[in-house]
């Protein structure tokens, strides 16, 4: 085997996608749109390193990222959404079989891309009404050729000599992935540009240097091997995926060798996250954030009070009552938003009551205090109970009995609101 030029190009793209989809899963989002763009960007990667190695080309394979991104395209539609939940299911139960038949029959896959250009429609249907957020245009350009390059892929039309449409594929689900870190990162008030660009030179340094062996070992030699094909897409993997994960490696290596320090363990994967958060925390100005923006932020913080590194890279970081703080600790600054946010949702507390309510009066301060103030989860399918105090244990079944997960994501965004407000008349 000779050093072509498409034989650069995908080993170009796989290395790129490997890292993107990495970062994204390394990232550890909350949000189920960012990991399933991540698997879906990930598994194409896997595709490319087979068709590199042995030089056939798994359309099968390549229809993994379209599924994946049929279900990420799902979870942006709003969670108020009635149907939302239903089509999420049907996503779910579906994508299996449809894979499956497609490895059977070409023409399945059919299926999944009328899901795709589906998504189109629910991307522009969903997409923000406010000025104040970044346009889904791009992203819906980028979904639409992703879905054309997807079908002219899969589909055994042959239109297009298929060594052209790999790479084409590979491009759309770049831009479609770093189009979702951006939004990612927008919908989270972070920065992102320096936090990205470390970790894909950190990545492609250690990559290339591990490269550089096999590609000297070929040289000597003038020609492609096999063994040397698969241990130059192994020792780039691997460069790759150790840099990108490095927080979890560390991690699991501190499990290992510190079991019987957990409170050192606990203290040192504080201090790695909060040094990977970092760079991600914006310089926006509160003051200067519209009243849209800024309760979206504090929603957000809200949702991670119980995240010291998470809250961290918010931008109420940069609050006055933060930032007079005269300690440089990015921590201590951690626990004094946390102790702002906390207060102020123990303000919604009906006044001159104690204990625990039911009342209307009671639900904004109950659909905080207890979700991310004590750390309830209402809905979770195993909660051991005798662990709760008996307050707790009240709050939960009461949640459970009485109040829908949609009204309470409702009331959270109330409550949200009010504290914002409140926080903007204190600046």
């Given at each position: 085997?000779?050093?072509?030029?498409?034989?650069?190009?995908?080993?170009f793209?796989?290395?790129?996608?490997l890292?993107?989809?990495?970062?994204?899963l390394a990232?550890?989002s909350?949000?189920m749109?960012?990991r399933l763009?991540?698997?879906?960007?990930?598994?194409?990667?896997?595709?490319?390193?087979?068709?590199?190695?042995?030089?056939?080309?798994?359309?099968?394979?390549l229809?993994?990222?379209?599924?994946?991104?049929?279900g990420?395209?799902?979870?942006?539609?709003p969670?108020e959404?009635?149907?939302?939940?239903?089509g999420?299911?049907i996503?779910?139960?579906?994508a299996?079989?449809?894979?499956?038949?497609?490895?059977l029959?070409a023409w399945?896959?059919?299926?999944?891309?009328?899901a795709?250009?589906?998504?189109?429609?629910?991307?522009?249907k969903?997409?923000?009404q406010?000025?104040?957020?970044?346009?889904?245009?791009?992203?819906?350009?980028?979904?639409?050729?992703?879905?054309?390059?997807?079908g002219?892929?899969v589909?055994?039309?042959?239109?297009?000599?298929?060594?052209?449409?790999i790479?084409?594929?590979?491009l759309?689900?770049?831009?479609l992935?770093?189009?979702?870190?951006?939004?990612?990162?927008f919908?989270?008030?972070e920065?992102?540009?320096?936090?990205?660009?470390r970790?894909?030179?950190?990545?492609?340094?250690?990559?290339?240097?591990l490269?550089?062996?096999v590609?000297?070992?070929i040289?000597?030699d003038?020609?492609i091997?096999?063994?040397k094909?698969?241990?130059?897409?192994c020792?780039i993997?691997?460069?790759?995926?150790?840099?990108?994960?490095?927080?979890?490696?560390?991690?699991?290596?501190?499990?290992?060798t510190?079991?019987?320090?957990?409170?050192?363990n606990?203290?040192?994967e504080?201090?790695?996250q909060?040094?990977?958060?970092?760079?991600?925390l914006s310089s926006?100005d509160?003051?200067?954030?519209d009243e849209?923006?800024?309760?979206?932020?504090?929603r957000r913080?809200?949702?991670n009070?119980?995240?010291?590194?998470?809250?961290?890279?918010?931008?109420?970081?940069?609050?006055?009552a933060?930032?007079?703080?005269?300690?440089?600790?990015?921590l201590?600054?951690?626990?004094?938003?946390?102790?702002?946010?906390?207060?102020?949702?123990?303000?919604?507390?009906?006044?001159?009551?104690?204990?625990?309510?039911?009342?209307?009066?009671?639900?904004?301060?109950?659909?905080?205090?207890?979700?991310?103030?004590l750390?309830?989860?209402?809905?979770?399918?195993?909660?051991?109970k005798?662990?709760?105090?008996?307050t707790?244990?009240?709050?939960?079944?009461?949640f459970q009995?009485?109040?829908?997960?949609?009204t309470?994501?409702n009331w959270?965004?109330?409550?949200?609101?009010?504290?914002a407000d409140?926080?903007r008349?204190?600046?």
């Amino acid at each position: 085997m000779d050093i072509v030029p498409s034989f650069i190009a995908n080993l170009f793209f796989f290395g790129f996608t490997l890292w993107l989809g990495a970062y994204l899963l390394a990232h550890n989002s909350p949000k189920m749109t960012v990991r399933l763009t991540g698997w879906g960007v990930l598994f194409y990667a896997i595709a490319l390193a087979l068709k590199i190695i042995w030089g056939e080309q798994p359309n099968g394979l390549l229809l993994l990222p379209a599924l994946f991104w049929v279900g990420a395209a799902l979870y942006l539609v709003p969670e108020e959404t009635a149907w939302r939940q239903s089509g999420i299911r049907i996503w779910m139960l579906t994508a299996i079989p449809i894979f499956i038949l497609t490895l059977l029959n070409a023409w399945f896959s059919l299926i999944a891309v009328l899901a795709l250009f589906a998504c189109l429609v629910l991307i522009v249907k969903f997409k923000p009404q406010s000025q104040g957020k970044p346009s889904y245009a791009l992203l819906v350009v980028i979904a639409l050729f992703f879905s054309l390059s997807t079908g002219l892929l899969v589909l055994p039309l042959n239109w297009f000599p298929r060594s052209w449409m790999i790479p084409a594929l590979g491009l759309d689900l770049i831009l479609l992935g770093i189009a979702i870190t951006l939004w990612d990162a927008f919908d989270e008030g972070e920065s992102i540009r320096s936090h990205i660009l470390r970790s894909l030179v950190s990545s492609w340094y250690y990559a290339g240097a591990l490269a550089m062996f096999v590609v000297l070992a070929i040289a000597l030699d003038g020609q492609i091997t096999l063994g040397k094909l698969i241990a130059l897409v192994c020792v780039i993997a691997f460069g790759i995926l150790t840099q990108t994960f490095s927080d979890s490696i560390q991690s699991v290596l501190d499990r290992l060798t510190l079991s019987r320090e957990s409170a050192v363990n606990d203290q040192r994967e504080i201090l790695r996250q909060t040094a990977d958060a970092l760079p991600r925390l914006s310089s926006l100005d509160p003051a200067a954030m519209d009243e849209e923006t800024f309760t979206r932020l504090t929603r957000r913080a809200i949702s991670n009070l119980g995240d010291l590194p998470k809250l961290s890279a918010s931008p109420l970081m940069n609050l006055p009552a933060i930032v007079s703080i005269s300690s440089a600790n990015p921590l201590d600054r951690s626990h004094a938003l946390k102790a702002l946010l906390t207060q102020s949702v123990q303000r919604l507390k009906p006044q001159g009551k104690d204990g625990f309510g039911t009342t209307d009066e009671w639900r904004y301060y109950n659909s905080l205090y207890f979700p991310y103030v004590l750390g309830l989860k209402p809905y979770a399918r195993r909660t051991d109970k005798a662990s709760l105090g008996e307050t707790s244990r009240q709050a939960l079944e009461w949640f459970q009995a009485s109040v829908p997960e949609r009204t309470l994501h409702n009331w959270q965004n109330i409550a949200a609101k009010l504290i914002a407000d409140e926080l903007r008349a204190r600046m």
